[in-house]
């Protein structure tokens, strides 16, 4: 399985990006599909994850509606809505998936190469 993140760029404060994950090779099940980023110097951290065959949607606190998760079964692809973006979400955004719901990189299995997202004040 590889996955592949697309979409990031540079926007201003208030912006927004969608960001694109898109998995191919041998089918394609995970239990979930999860977003993290990860800012210079920073650890990796949890943005959300949904989950692949009902589409259940978990966000992390600081995301407090801003960012909406969504997925297309049959493009085998899920979206990452970033609205109301500030300088503070400037990372390198990447999508995971793994066979159980989990917010920790320790438990994916799979990793795609990430997308820069840079917002500017």
């Known amino acids: 399985v590889q996955l592949q993140a697309s979409g990031g760029g540079l926007v201003q404060a208030g912006g927004s990006l969608r960001l694109s994950c898109a998995a191919s090779?041998?089918?394609?099940?995970?239990?979930?599909l999860d977003w993290f980023r990860q800012a210079p110097g920073k650890e990796r951290e949890f943005v959300g994850a949904?989950?692949?065959?009902?589409?259940?949607?978990y966000y992390a606190g600081f995301v407090k509606g801003r960012f909406t998760i969504s997925r297309d079964k049959a493009k085998n692809t899920v979206y990452l809505q970033m609205d109301s973006l500030k300088p503070e979400d400037t990372a390198v955004y990447y999508c995971a998936a793994a066979d159980k719901y989990s917010s920790s990189p320790k438990d994916m299995d799979y990793w795609g190469k990430g997308t820069q997202v840079t917002v500017s004040s």
């Open positions: 949904i989950t692949w065959s009902v589409g259940g949607i």
């Open positions: 090779g041998r089918t394609f099940a995970p239990y979930a």
